[in-house]
C-alpha cells in the first residue's frame, strides 16, 4: 500500500492549509495590500493563479518568501506531528516491506513521526527512487524545511509544467505505486491538477491496476458548522 498525504495532515499540527498558504505569500509578495484582501481574492480565484503572480512579484526572494508563509514563527518549525501523521507512520512500522509513504506536504512532520518511532535515518526525497539506506518519504511537490527549499510545486506554471511533461517522475512514482498496490490519499481536498490529471490517466490504461481511494474530510469540503 502507498499512502499519500495532504496539506490537512500538517493542519492540526499548526502549519497552514493551501489557501492560508496562498494568503500569506500573496500579502507577502504585495500582490494584495492586507490580510482580508488576500483571503477574498484566494475565495474567488483558483490559488495557484494568486501564487503565480506572488511569484513574478518576488523575484530572488521567491524562496526565502515560501518558507517565511510556510514557517511563520520560529516556533513552527518546531511543531509536532499530528494524529494522522503518527497513524502513517505506525501503520509503516507494522508493514514496512509492503508500505510507501509519500506526501504533497513541503514539511517534514512525516519524516519527524518516523524518526520518533523508529529511531532510524529517515529521508525526504524527490526523485521517486527509495534512499539506499533508512526509510524514505516522497515529496511529490517539494521540500521546503528551514533554509532548505528543494523543487517546490507552487505556482500555476509549476503546476503546467509537470502535467505537460510525459516523463516526470511524480507521474512515474504513482504508475509504479499502482502496479505494486492500492493507494490512499488522505488529508487533502483533491484540487491538485497534476495529481488528478495523472491518476485518470493511468485508471484509463488497458493495464490492470490497483485501485485509489480518496479521502476527503468535510472540513476541506467547508461542510462544518
Not at 76 to 102: K, N
Not at 113 to 135: C, F, N, Q, W
Not at 168 to 177: H, N, S, T
Amino acid at each position: 500500500m502507498t499512502l499519500l498525504l495532504g496539506a490537512g495532515a500538517s493542519a492540526p499540527s499548526g502549519l497552514p492549509d493551501w489557501d492560508e498558504f496562498a494568503v500569506r505569500v500573496a500579502v507577502a509578495s504585495g500582490v494584495v495590500p492586507s490580510r482580508e484582501a488576500g483571503a477574498l481574492l484566494v475565495d474567488k480565484q483558483d490559488p495557484m493563479i494568486v501564487l503565480q503572480a506572488a511569484r513574478q512579484r518576488a523575484g530572488v526572494a521567491w524562496e526565502s518568501m515560501l518558507s517565511d508563509a510556510l514557517y511563520a514563527s520560529p516556533e513552527a518549525r518546531d511543531r509536532q506531528p499530528s494524529s494522522l501523521h503518527l497513524a502513517a507512520a505506525g501503520h509503516y512500522e507494522t508493514a514496512s516491506d509492503s508500505t510507501t509513504l509519500a506526501t504533497l506536504n513541503f514539511d517534514t512532520l512525516l519524516e519527524r513521526s518516523l524518526m520518533a518511532d523508529s529511531g532510524r535515518d529517515v529521508y525526504g526525497a524527490i526523485t521517486g527512487k527509495p534512499h539506499e539506506s533508512g526509510v524514505t518519504v516522497h515529496h511529490l511537490h517539494g521540500i521546503i524545511d528551514g533554509e532548505i527549499v528543494a523543487d517546490p510545486v507552487v505556482s500555476f506554471t509549476d503546476y503546467a509544467d509537470r502535467v505537460a511533461n510525459p516523463i516526470a517522475w511524480q507521474r512515474g512514482f504513482l504508475e509504479d505505486a499502482l502496479d505494486k498496490g492500492p493507494m490512499l490519499i488522505a488529508g487533502t481536498t483533491y484540487r491538485d491538477p497534476d495529481l488528478r490529471h495523472w491518476l485518470h490517466l493511468i485508471s484509463a490504461d488497458s493495464k490492470s491496476r490497483h485501485s485509489c481511494i480518496v479521502t476527503v474530510v468535510r472540513e476541506g469540503l467547508r461542510l462544518v458548522a
